[in-house]
């Protein structure tokens, strides 16, 4: 199992920056990918980024040029720096893990973090 703990959401002005951060215990060994995904009131859970074991970075086109994906491997954390923050931001932010046994992928998922931003 592996046990996601999320940090950093909050209230924020439009054109503001907030950090989010995921810290990542338990079975941690073969994490393949992490990442962050959100969800607004009445939408479904869509990718905002992801880095690979090996740092490969993928961003949804909406945060592309805003947001900056990162992990620090010894600390088990990965991290979310968000720029230029718009009102359409505005969801719940969940920390993924994806960690693959054999030829299964299991997904990790923390407990959300709000992330408000008022225009």
Same mark, same amino acid.
């Given at each position: 199992?592996?046990?996601?703990?999320? %940090?950093?959401?909050?209230?924020?002005?439009?054109g503001g920056s907030l950090r989010l951060s995921c810290a990542a215990s338990g079975t941690i060994? /073969?994490?393949?990918?992490?990442?962050?995904?959100?969800?607004?009131?009445? /939408?479904?859970?869509?990718?905002v980024a992801t880095i690979t074991s090996d740092g490969s970075t993928n961003y949804a086109d909406?945060? /592309?040029?805003?947001?900056?994906?990162?992990?620090?491997?010894?600390?088990?954390?990965?991290?979310?720096?968000?720029? %230029?923050?718009?009102?359409?931001?505005?969801?719940?932010?969940?920390?993924?893990?994806?960690?693959?046994?054999?030829?299964?992928?299991?997904?990790?998922?923390?407990?959300?973090?709000?992330?408000?931003? %008022?225009?």
């Open positions: 199992q592996v046990q996601l703990v999320e %940090s950093g959401g909050g209230l924020v002005q439009a060994f /073969k994490i393949n990918a992490m990442g962050w995904y959100r969800q607004a009131p009445g /939408k479904q859970r869509e990718l909406s945060v /592309k040029g805003r947001f900056t994906i990162s992990r620090d491997n010894a600390k088990n954390t990965v991290y979310l720096q968000m720029n %230029s923050l718009k009102p359409e931001d505005t969801a719940v932010y969940y920390c993924n893990a994806a960690r693959q046994v054999g030829f299964v992928i299991n997904n990790y998922w923390g407990q959300g973090t709000q992330v408000t931003v %008022s225009s």
